[in-house]
């Protein structure tokens, strides 16, 4: 989940390493404090198959 946040942009990665993510934990905090998180997080989750045949 970490790196589809940072993909879009919402998180910055500190770490050039592939295998994993690193963020400034104050940035962390803010992020997850914002109102509107689940709408954010739930705009860039692809859905499954059981949710994507509801729709």
């Known amino acids: 989940m970490a790196r589809r946040i940072t993909t879009r942009g919402l998180l910055v ?14 940035r962390v905090a803010e992020f997850c404090g914002r109102e509107n998180l689940a709408e954010l997080v739930a705009a860039g989750t692809p859905l499954g198959l059981a949710q994507a045949l509801w729709v």
Not at 13 to 26: I, K, V
């Open 13 to 26: 990665d500190l770490s050039g390493n592939p295998q994993g993510t690193l963020h400034h934990p104050g």
